[in-house]
T-cell receptor, first 114, second 115 residues
Framework: DSGVTQTPKHLITATGQRVTLRCSPR?????VYWYQQSLDQGLQFLIQ???????AKGNILERFSAQQFPDLHSELNLSSLELGDSALYFC?????????????FGPGTRLTVT | AQSVTQLGSHVSVSEGALVLLRCNYS??????LFWYVQYPNQGLQLLLK??????LVKGINGFEAEFKKSETSFHLTKPSAHMSDAAEYFC?????????????FGTGTRLQVTL
Protein backbone atom coordinates (compact mmCIF):
# COMPACT_ATOMS: atom_id res chain seq x y z
CA ASP A 1 0.00 0.00 0.00
CA SER A 2 1.63 3.23 -1.22
CA GLY A 3 -0.54 5.51 0.90
CA VAL A 4 -1.98 7.20 -2.20
CA THR A 5 -5.71 6.67 -2.62
CA GLN A 6 -7.81 7.08 -5.74
CA THR A 7 -11.54 6.97 -6.27
CA PRO A 8 -13.42 5.55 -7.99
CA LYS A 9 -11.66 2.34 -8.93
CA HIS A 10 -13.73 1.85 -12.06
CA LEU A 11 -15.80 4.26 -14.10
CA ILE A 12 -17.95 3.48 -17.11
CA THR A 13 -19.51 6.38 -18.98
CA ALA A 14 -20.70 7.39 -22.41
CA THR A 15 -19.09 9.57 -25.05
CA GLY A 16 -19.64 13.27 -24.52
CA GLN A 17 -19.94 12.96 -20.76
CA ARG A 18 -17.80 14.52 -18.01
CA VAL A 19 -16.18 12.69 -15.10
CA THR A 20 -14.09 13.60 -12.08
CA LEU A 21 -11.32 11.43 -10.69
CA ARG A 22 -10.14 12.00 -7.15
CA CYS A 23 -6.77 11.48 -5.51
CA SER A 24 -5.49 11.80 -1.96
CA PRO A 25 -1.69 11.94 -1.65
CA ARG A 26 0.47 10.32 1.00
CA UNK A 27 0.45 12.12 4.30
CA UNK A 28 2.88 15.03 4.13
CA UNK A 29 3.43 14.96 0.34
CA UNK A 30 2.89 18.36 -1.26
CA UNK A 31 3.26 17.27 -4.87
CA VAL A 32 0.62 15.42 -6.87
CA TYR A 33 0.95 14.05 -10.40
CA TRP A 34 -1.50 12.58 -12.90
CA TYR A 35 -0.58 9.97 -15.51
CA GLN A 36 -2.54 8.18 -18.20
CA GLN A 37 -1.78 4.57 -19.15
CA SER A 38 -3.14 3.16 -22.38
CA LEU A 39 -2.13 0.34 -24.70
CA ASP A 40 -1.20 2.62 -27.59
CA GLN A 41 0.37 5.53 -25.68
CA GLY A 42 1.93 3.75 -22.72
CA LEU A 43 2.43 5.75 -19.52
CA GLN A 44 2.09 9.46 -20.20
CA PHE A 45 2.55 12.32 -17.77
CA LEU A 46 -0.40 14.70 -17.72
CA ILE A 47 0.12 17.35 -15.06
CA GLN A 48 1.76 18.13 -11.72
CA UNK A 49 0.62 20.29 -8.81
CA UNK A 50 2.73 21.41 -5.91
CA UNK A 51 1.02 22.81 -2.81
CA UNK A 52 -1.98 23.94 -4.81
CA UNK A 53 -0.20 25.40 -7.81
CA UNK A 54 0.38 23.91 -11.24
CA UNK A 55 4.09 23.21 -11.72
CA ALA A 56 4.51 21.03 -14.80
CA LYS A 57 2.34 20.13 -17.73
CA GLY A 58 2.63 17.23 -20.14
CA ASN A 59 0.46 15.95 -22.96
CA ILE A 60 -2.80 16.92 -21.34
CA LEU A 61 -5.72 17.60 -23.64
CA GLU A 62 -7.61 20.90 -23.40
CA ARG A 63 -10.71 18.87 -22.49
CA PHE A 64 -8.91 17.74 -19.35
CA SER A 65 -8.24 19.89 -16.31
CA ALA A 66 -7.00 19.35 -12.79
CA GLN A 67 -6.66 21.14 -9.52
CA GLN A 68 -5.17 20.62 -6.08
CA PHE A 69 -7.15 21.78 -3.07
CA PRO A 70 -5.93 23.31 0.22
CA ASP A 71 -6.13 19.91 1.92
CA LEU A 72 -3.78 18.70 -0.88
CA HIS A 73 -6.17 16.25 -2.50
CA SER A 74 -6.43 16.57 -6.25
CA GLU A 75 -9.11 16.09 -8.87
CA LEU A 76 -8.75 15.38 -12.57
CA ASN A 77 -11.72 16.48 -14.66
CA LEU A 78 -12.26 14.88 -18.07
CA SER A 79 -14.95 16.37 -20.29
CA SER A 80 -16.47 15.74 -23.73
CA LEU A 81 -15.22 12.20 -23.39
CA GLU A 82 -14.22 10.22 -26.45
CA LEU A 83 -13.69 6.50 -26.93
CA GLY A 84 -9.95 7.12 -27.04
CA ASP A 85 -9.98 8.48 -23.49
CA SER A 86 -10.53 4.97 -22.18
CA ALA A 87 -7.45 4.25 -20.10
CA LEU A 88 -6.04 3.77 -16.63
CA TYR A 89 -5.49 7.06 -14.84
CA PHE A 90 -2.92 7.09 -12.08
CA CYS A 91 -2.26 9.64 -9.43
CA UNK A 92 1.12 9.80 -7.74
CA UNK A 93 2.56 11.88 -4.95
CA UNK A 94 6.01 12.80 -3.78
CA UNK A 95 7.82 14.77 -1.14
CA UNK A 96 9.50 16.80 -3.87
CA UNK A 97 11.16 19.86 -2.47
CA UNK A 98 12.00 17.97 0.68
CA UNK A 99 15.04 16.18 -0.74
CA UNK A 100 13.44 13.17 -2.42
CA UNK A 101 12.43 12.62 -6.02
CA UNK A 102 10.61 9.31 -6.19
CA UNK A 103 6.90 9.19 -6.80
CA UNK A 104 4.42 6.86 -5.13
CA PHE A 105 1.47 5.70 -7.19
CA GLY A 106 -2.12 5.04 -6.32
CA PRO A 107 -4.03 1.97 -7.55
CA GLY A 108 -5.51 3.87 -10.48
CA THR A 109 -8.95 4.56 -11.90
CA ARG A 110 -9.96 2.52 -14.92
CA LEU A 111 -12.08 4.67 -17.20
CA THR A 112 -14.16 3.02 -19.90
CA VAL A 113 -15.92 5.28 -22.40
CA THR A 114 -18.66 3.55 -24.41
CA ALA B 1 14.31 16.50 -23.12
CA GLN B 2 14.69 13.21 -21.32
CA SER B 3 13.83 9.75 -22.51
CA VAL B 4 14.36 6.09 -21.69
CA THR B 5 14.52 3.09 -23.95
CA GLN B 6 13.75 -0.37 -22.69
CA LEU B 7 15.17 -3.10 -24.88
CA GLY B 8 12.86 -6.07 -25.18
CA SER B 9 9.14 -5.77 -24.63
CA HIS B 10 9.01 -9.39 -23.42
CA VAL B 11 11.62 -11.34 -21.48
CA SER B 12 11.19 -14.96 -20.45
CA VAL B 13 13.41 -16.69 -17.87
CA SER B 14 13.30 -19.95 -15.98
CA GLU B 15 12.70 -19.94 -12.26
CA GLY B 16 16.08 -19.60 -10.54
CA ALA B 17 17.76 -17.98 -13.55
CA LEU B 18 19.27 -14.53 -13.75
CA VAL B 19 16.92 -11.69 -14.59
CA LEU B 20 18.32 -8.86 -16.73
CA LEU B 21 16.05 -6.06 -17.93
CA ARG B 22 17.71 -3.37 -20.00
CA CYS B 23 17.20 0.37 -19.80
CA ASN B 24 19.11 3.16 -21.54
CA TYR B 25 18.43 6.80 -20.85
CA SER B 26 18.96 10.12 -22.52
CA UNK B 27 19.25 13.25 -20.44
CA UNK B 28 20.91 16.63 -20.80
CA UNK B 29 21.14 16.97 -17.02
CA UNK B 30 22.19 14.50 -14.33
CA UNK B 31 19.28 12.10 -14.27
CA UNK B 32 17.30 10.62 -11.49
CA LEU B 33 16.46 7.05 -12.51
CA PHE B 34 13.84 4.63 -11.26
CA TRP B 35 12.50 1.15 -11.81
CA TYR B 36 8.84 0.45 -11.13
CA VAL B 37 6.95 -2.85 -11.21
CA GLN B 38 3.30 -3.26 -12.15
CA TYR B 39 1.41 -6.43 -11.30
CA PRO B 40 -1.82 -7.15 -13.19
CA ASN B 41 -4.64 -4.76 -12.34
CA GLN B 42 -2.48 -2.86 -9.87
CA GLY B 43 -0.65 0.44 -9.65
CA LEU B 44 3.08 0.98 -10.01
CA GLN B 45 5.34 0.01 -7.15
CA LEU B 46 8.76 1.57 -6.73
CA LEU B 47 11.50 -1.07 -6.93
CA LEU B 48 14.57 1.12 -6.62
CA LYS B 49 15.99 4.54 -7.40
CA UNK B 50 19.23 6.26 -8.34
CA UNK B 51 19.61 9.91 -7.51
CA UNK B 52 23.20 10.58 -6.45
CA UNK B 53 25.97 8.69 -4.74
CA UNK B 54 26.56 4.96 -5.04
CA UNK B 55 26.03 3.73 -8.60
CA LEU B 56 24.93 0.24 -7.56
CA VAL B 57 21.55 0.52 -5.92
CA LYS B 58 19.62 -2.20 -4.18
CA GLY B 59 15.86 -2.36 -4.13
CA ILE B 60 13.07 -4.49 -2.86
CA ASN B 61 12.51 -8.17 -3.63
CA GLY B 62 16.21 -8.82 -4.31
CA PHE B 63 16.46 -6.51 -7.33
CA GLU B 64 19.38 -4.18 -7.98
CA ALA B 65 20.49 -1.82 -10.73
CA GLU B 66 23.74 -0.18 -11.71
CA PHE B 67 23.97 3.37 -13.03
CA LYS B 68 26.63 3.51 -15.77
CA LYS B 69 27.09 7.05 -17.00
CA SER B 70 29.53 6.05 -19.75
CA GLU B 71 26.97 3.66 -21.21
CA THR B 72 23.89 5.77 -20.29
CA SER B 73 22.41 2.61 -18.86
CA PHE B 74 20.49 1.59 -15.77
CA HIS B 75 19.86 -2.14 -16.19
CA LEU B 76 17.82 -4.07 -13.63
CA THR B 77 19.04 -7.44 -12.38
CA LYS B 78 18.07 -10.18 -9.98
CA PRO B 79 20.31 -13.21 -9.44
CA SER B 80 17.52 -15.77 -9.17
CA ALA B 81 14.04 -15.34 -10.61
CA HIS B 82 10.96 -16.37 -8.69
CA MET B 83 7.51 -17.07 -10.08
CA SER B 84 6.20 -14.08 -8.14
CA ASP B 85 8.49 -11.77 -10.19
CA ALA B 86 6.25 -12.16 -13.24
CA ALA B 87 5.00 -8.64 -13.94
CA GLU B 88 5.62 -5.60 -16.13
CA TYR B 89 8.67 -3.51 -15.33
CA PHE B 90 9.09 0.15 -16.20
CA CYS B 91 12.24 2.22 -16.25
CA UNK B 92 11.73 5.95 -15.70
CA UNK B 93 13.79 9.12 -15.70
CA UNK B 94 13.09 12.35 -13.87
CA UNK B 95 14.65 15.75 -14.05
CA UNK B 96 13.39 17.78 -11.17
CA UNK B 97 13.84 21.55 -11.26
CA UNK B 98 12.89 23.10 -7.97
CA UNK B 99 9.33 22.01 -7.34
CA UNK B 100 8.61 21.02 -10.94
CA UNK B 101 9.04 17.40 -11.85
CA UNK B 102 7.70 14.58 -13.96
CA UNK B 103 8.56 10.98 -14.77
CA UNK B 104 9.19 9.88 -18.33
CA PHE B 105 8.64 6.16 -18.67
CA GLY B 106 9.94 3.55 -21.03
CA THR B 107 7.54 1.31 -22.88
CA GLY B 108 7.87 -1.45 -20.33
CA THR B 109 9.19 -5.02 -20.29
CA ARG B 110 6.90 -7.90 -19.47
CA LEU B 111 8.78 -10.54 -17.49
CA GLN B 112 7.59 -14.12 -17.74
CA VAL B 113 8.98 -16.71 -15.33
CA THR B 114 8.64 -20.36 -16.29
CA LEU B 115 9.15 -23.55 -14.30
Amino acid sequence: DSGVTQTPKHLITATGQRVTLRCSPRSGDLSVYWYQQSLDQGLQFLIQYYNGEERAKGNILERFSAQQFPDLHSELNLSSLELGDSALYFCASSALGQGTYEQYFGPGTRLTVT
Amino acid sequence: AQSVTQLGSHVSVSEGALVLLRCNYSSSVPPYLFWYVQYPNQGLQLLLKYTTGATLVKGINGFEAEFKKSETSFHLTKPSAHMSDAAEYFCAVSGATGTASKLTFGTGTRLQVTL
